[in-house]
């Protein structure tokens, strides 16, 4: 008999969702994280949240709580062909939807807690999965575990989740197909205190092919990333300290880090590519970067995790009784994960090749840095609150042809003549 109804692997942000919201359906769930500490956070990471997410973490009770811990609403701004895009609210709403920014040393450990206090959640710290155990018919039964690095102990459940990041063990001994792309950008970025840099919460560079973001934080502290094409990786690996700064500096309306002190060291990351994985098969199922691991430039790791999260447990809500009913709650999983994500995903993928904008990207651009209804429908985009084929609907991408056209005809117009 099983001892559990779900066994979690991985104590972060999609693991302590899912697993949260299947114990307060009832089940039994053990969650095993890696790490032995209690605070134990994500180092390399935007550390923003989008808007997407946020009912997410209102359902879970953590949007006072982030709050009060010095979280940012994060609202954007984005630099593109020479123009600022920053969208507003529309006349009589007083905000766009918004998502929070907060250090993952901060919010690692608060979900954390929230799932290990919650009843039916067994919190297993200092746990690595080595094995994946099945039953006498093949189906898989839960996992064997290396408990602090010396002692083995089996976990038995109806269900094995797989929230171990992008680098999934569960993935690989579970044999989940994945598709991966490459990135041709890689990231640097470093902790700011006090980086006097007006504007919103998270703001953006489309260089093409490079980028740049700052994300500002709870204590007054930003994170500041420079995303370079690779071409640029010899530079930076015989100077660090020197390309980076360089690489700032040179950004339109940077920021001036002068006034600022650095906090962290700058740490990078120089593989990052794109992948998507089969989210669920019988008696498995990913949530998070194990499922799905797209380009950090755009931010959605964290919120994707809190999605994702919810999702599976809602899909698996009254199925523990019946393996049947689980493997078809999965089966529905993996439908609604394709249809909200499987998009966007490609999306992010193609733009990580580092070519320049396509045509009707420029559209795009050229006219949300002109018109606040095309700058909110980039912002749905961005902001994942809604798939690309419901943000950009043909009534949007006729009026950024015809605001892009007016544009190019004003400066036909006002062009030096003679």
């Known amino acids: 008999m099983s001892e559990y109804d779900a066994v979690v692997v991985g104590g972060s942000i999609a693991g302590c969702t899912v697993a949260t919201f299947l114990a307060r359906q009832g089940a039994r769930v053990a969650l095993l994280e890696r790490s032995p500490r209690e605070d134990a956070y994500k180092v390399i990471c ?5 808007a997407s997410a946020t009912n997410t973490l209102r359902r879970l009770g953590l949007t006072e709580q982030i709050e009060a811990a010095g979280g940012l609403r994060n609202s954007a701004k984005f630099w593109a062909r020479g123009d600022w895009i920053f969208p507003q609210p529309p006349p009589g709403v007083a905000e766009l939807p918004y998502g929070y920014n907060i250090r993952r040393e901060r919010f ?6 929230l799932a290990a206090s919650t009843e039916g959640v067994d919190y297993l710290p200092g746990a690595a999965v080595i094995e994946l155990l099945r039953d006498a018919q093949g189906r898989l039964d839960g996992v064997r575990a ?31 197909p994945a598709r991966e792309k490459h990135n041709a950008r890689f990231a640097y970025f470093a902790h700011y205190q006090d980086l006097d840099f007006p504007g919103p919460a998270a703001i953006g560079w489309f ?9 500002k934080n709870d204590d007054g502290i930003a994170v500041v990333a420079c995303v370079p094409h690779e071409d640029r990786l010899p530079e930076f690996r015989e ?13 339109p309306e940077g920021p001036d880090l002068s006034g600022a002190r650095r906090v962290s060291r700058i740490m990078g990351r120089l593989e990052m590519s794109n992948i998507r994985r089969r989210v669920s098969a019988p008696g498995v199922a990913l949530v998070g970067d194990a499922a799905q691991a797209s380009d950090p430039l755009w931010g959605v790791g964290c919120g994707w995790a809190l999605q994702t ?15 049947r009913e689980i493997d078809r709650a999965l089966v529905r999983y993996r439908r609604k994960h394709r249809r909200q994500l499987a998009a966007h995903h490609w999306m992010i993928s193609d733009f990580a090749t580092g070519r320049p904008l396509n045509p009707a990207e420029r559209i795009l651009f050229t006219a949300a840095a002109r018109d606040q209804v095309v700058a909110r429908g980039m912002f749905r985009l961005a902001t994942r609150m809604a ?5 950009l609907t043909p009534r949007l991408l006729a009026r950024a042809g015809w605001v892009s056209a007016r544009a190019a005809l004003d400066r ?3 062009a030096p003549t003679g």
């Open 46 to 50: 935007t550390h923003s949240i989008q």
């Open 108 to 113: 690692d450990p608060m979900i954390r807690s």
């Open 146 to 176: 290396l408990v602090d690095g010396e002692q083995e102990r089996e976990v038995r459940a109806r269900l094995v989740i797989g929230a171990d990041g992008r680098d999934s063990s569960v993935a690989a001994l579970a044999g989940l």
């Open 207 to 215: 260089l093409e092919p490079g980028a740049a973001a700052v994300f």
């Open 239 to 251: 100077d660090l300290e020197g390309a980076y700064t360089r690489y700032l500096a040179a950004l």
């Open 309 to 323: 999260g919810e999702w599976l447990a809602q899909e698996l809500a009254g199925t523990f009784g019946s393996p």
């Open 387 to 391: 798939t690309p084929q419901r943000a």
């Open 412 to 414: 036909a117009r006002a």
